[in-house]
């Protein structure tokens, strides 16, 4: 049997493999671009492409194909082939240089939210040096950004790789006002947890519902769901336990660590959590995990769900996005330190993500909006739709006793001086398993769980390195022209936490009462909906603090609230005309057949014994054809709300009447048909229910 370290990235142009394969010259400025950003000249990238074409002929692929991630959120690639003609009539495998730095798919069919109409038609791919090419199937994977030729981003790395940069900057002077002068550059890191549904693929394909949106739009409740609390950590069977080796398998081929596994809360639902790695990585990474996952359940005769809520009434799958900052020397710069020097770096970098969160809670929220994930926010699941941060009650008390200048009794009972240098000294707080905080700090990184399962961790990654970039911007400005630094600093530490101790909230997020207290004594947002956040990310603050930190043109920013909003229409709009079909192609026609036998069974028995009552089936008859005919009228109220929406006139308003129309009609025409089905027989029900769909993998 092969070990894992015999296969792990095997598939992967990793270092192992350009070391081996490049001579010294091309490695060294190969690696000179990964790790520093320097210019690749065309010699360089000739030798480099034909290294990686020899490996990948070597590995069975015959394709190239520039792998970006365009603004629908998922990935995209074209194939083309090594194949070159060679005089002799035969052909030979070639791929240049040129053809690896820059490719040039058709833009027209991508979103591009209005930049096409502004700009040019024409889009490019450009190759991302700093993530390793692997190879998927027969084809060379080069993971590439995606611009228009006017250099708008049109893709969700572009955007990333822009605010690891705004970041990075910021924090490096940061880090050269603490005298340190070593560190060339800081990243942030991310380590995504994914959740999932795993369901049987016979079930699957007879559900419309499930191949058309991803999620059930009709079905009562299962007798049993998650009430038990026996699926969380719970044996994984048989059947589950092969997928995710088999998963794990070909996710370690692709060097993604794949790490830890297990149940989830929902029956039929699972966690699969990588080792992190630096956000551009993780971000690919999570990308290919979640075709992977899709991929490989096919092979199981499964169907693996990434929706954010596949079924009503048990838990919906979400996202943790596990973010911290770390320096190429190897410190991760949101770890409490061994000394107050270092302590108070800890504490300046902490409180530039409260202040991030806090000043940016909009676009935060706004970075996981989806039609999907508006089902979980707030559903007493997921975090509430309230963004605010949970610290501790250690860490908390030091920032309290900072603000307040009183001593700081926490675990070490130290006296708490002032000045930098006797800034208190904490432990690592390891009490926190708080689970309902939308943004917690967990010892060493923050966690943000409002990701839904199927987002890409872009969004959320490239508005919080931008926002903390902003945070590190301003008190850079401010510490370098300080005349006392420390005190400047101990200052700056005390009105941040001042000033932003609102978004601190170590309680019980899932209580109303805290909706209650963060929106009215606090001013905290809450934007519950996409169409209710998406707007904000015009908002001039916003479009300020993107623009100055480079990581968005203002036409940019205009296309993704377009491009969202868009999406949100269409999700939903797809929903409602899958739902107006199955009411009245299968689930009226069965009840109706139902309700017709049980009408025939009567005749028929009353025939025989004209004395019987057969009050079962006219009570049946009645309460199934009433209910038949409330389904025809809620398709019909439904029908109307979809042609509504498309008489509004730009997206903001159809997203809007979706949101307060056609969504609240999609549950009305959901109740009449979730009641039929408890009292039709199930011979006559013509898809599997929840109860088979939840509890049918064995
Ligand atoms: P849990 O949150 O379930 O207790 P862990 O805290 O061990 O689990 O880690 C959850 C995820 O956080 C993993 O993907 C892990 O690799 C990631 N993680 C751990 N440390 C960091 C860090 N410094 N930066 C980013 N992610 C991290
Ligand atoms: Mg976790």
């Known amino acids: 049997m092969e070990t894992v370290s015999a296969y792990f990235g095997s598939l992967v142009f990793d270092d192992r493999v350009m070391k081996a394969s490049l001579s010294a010259d091309v490695y060294r400025s190969l690696k000179k671009t990964i790790d520093e950003g320097a210019k690749l000249d065309i010699g360089v990238a000739n030798a480099v492409a034909d290294a990686m074409k020899d490996w990948a002929v070597e590995h069975g692929a015959t394709h190239y194909t520039h792998w970006f991630q365009p603004l629908t959120g998922i990935t995209a690639e074209k194939h083309d082939s090594f194949i070159s003609p060679s005089p002799d009539g035969g052909v030979i495998m070639e791929f240049s240089g040129k053809e690896l730095i820059k490719g040039e798919p058709d833009a027209s069919s991508f979103p591009s939210g209005g930049l096409r109409a502004t700009f040019e038609a024409r889009g490019y791919t450009a190759w991302d040096p700093t993530s390793y090419a692997f190879i998927k199937g027969k084809t060379l994977c080069i993971p590439t950004a995606f611009c228009s030729y006017g250099g708008e981003a049109l893709d969700k ?130 990308q290919l995990t979640m075709e992977m996952m899709q991929k490989i359940a ?99 008390a030091v920032l309290e006793a900072i603000e307040n200048n009183t001593p700081y009794n926490g675990t070490q009972k130290t006296q708490m001086k002032l000045g930098v240098d006797v800034l208190p000294k904490f432990n690592r707080d390891t009490t926190d398993r708080n689970r309902t905080s939308p943004f917690a700090f967990t010892g060493n990184k923050f966690e943000f769980r409002m990701l839904g399962s199927s987002n890409s961790i872009a969004c959320a990654n490239i508005m919080l390195n931008s926002a903390v970039a902003e945070s590190l911007k301003i008190y850079a400005d401010r510490l370098e022209g300080a005349e006392d630094f420390e005190t400047a600093l101990h200052e700056m530490i005390r009105k941040t936490i001042h000033d932003h101790k609102r978004i601190i909230f170590n309680g019980n997020g899932y209580n109303d009462s805290w909706i209650e207290e963060a929106t009215q004594k606090r001013g905290l947002l809450n934007y519950r909906t996409t169409p209710d956040c998406m707007p904000h990310l015009l908002d001039e603050k916003n479009v300020k603090m993107l623009t100055a930190q480079g990581v968005y043109s203002k036409a940019e920013l205009e296309s993704r609230c377009e491009i969202m909003l ?74 109307d709300a979809v042609s509504d929406v498309y008489q509004a006139e730009n997206t903001l308003a159809q997203a809007e009447l979706i949101r307060d129309c056609v969504l609240p009609q999609m549950d009305a025409l959901r109740a009449p048909c979730d009641e039929a089905e408890t009292l039709t027989a199930k011979k006559y029900w013509p898809f599997p229910t929840y109860g088979d769909l939840l509890f049918g993998v064995r």
């Not at 005298?179 to 795993?198: A, H, M």
């Not at 370690?252 to 699972?270: R, S, Y």
């Not at 838990?315 to 911290?324: E, F, L, V, Y």
């Not at 000394?339 to 504490?347: D, G, I, K, M, S």
Request: charged fraction near 25%; proline fraction near 5%; charge should be negative.
């Open 157 to 286: 790395k572009t955007p990333l790789l822009r605010s690891m940069e705004a970041l990075n900057k910021q924090a490096l002077r940061i880090l050269r006002l603490f005298g340190n002068e070593d560190v060339k550059c800081v990243r942030t890191s991310v380590g995504p947890e994914q959740e999932y549904f795993l369901i049987p693929k016979e079930m699957y394909d007879q559900r419309p519902d499930l191949r058309f949106t991803g999620r059930t739009l009709f079905g009562a409740k299962s007798p049993k769901g998650q009430e038990m609390d026996d699926h969380y950590f719970g044996v994984i069977k048989p059947r589950v336990a092969a997928y995710m080796e088999d998963l794990n398998r070909e996710l370690w081929k692709l060097g993604i660590l794949a790490k830890t596994e297990h149940n989830e809360v929902a029956p039929a639902q699972h966690e699969l959590a990588p080792i992190y790695s630096t956000t551009n990585i993780a971000t690919d990474h999570n």
């Open 298 to 396: 096919s092979r199981h005769d499964l169907v693996c769900l990434l929706h954010e809520k596949p079924f009503a009434g048990v838990n919906g799958s979400g996202k943790h996005n596990n973010w911290s900052m770390a320096t190429d020397t190897g410190v991760n710069l949101l770890s409490p330190g061994e000394t107050p020097y270092e302590n108070a770096q800890f504490l300046l970098f902490l409180c530039a993500v409260i202040k991030a969160v806090d000043d940016y809670q909009d676009l935060l929220r706004l970075s996981v909006a989806t039609a999907g994930n508006d089902h979980r926010l707030g559903a007493n699941e997921a975090p509430p739709a309230v963004v605010s941060i949970f610290l501790g009650d250690e860490l908390n």
């Open 566 to 639: 868009e999406n949100y229409c269409k999700t939903v709009l797809i929903e409602a005309n899958t739902m107006i079909d199955m009411a009245q192609t299968q689930i009226a026609p069965a009840v109706e057949a139902y309700t017709a036998e049980l009408a025939r069974s009567a005749a028929s028995k009353k025939a025989l014994v004209p004395s019987l009552a057969c009050a079962f089936e006219s009570e049946r008859v009645e309460k199934l054809s009433s209910l038949v005919d409330a389904i025809a009228e809620q398709t019909q109220k439904l029908t």
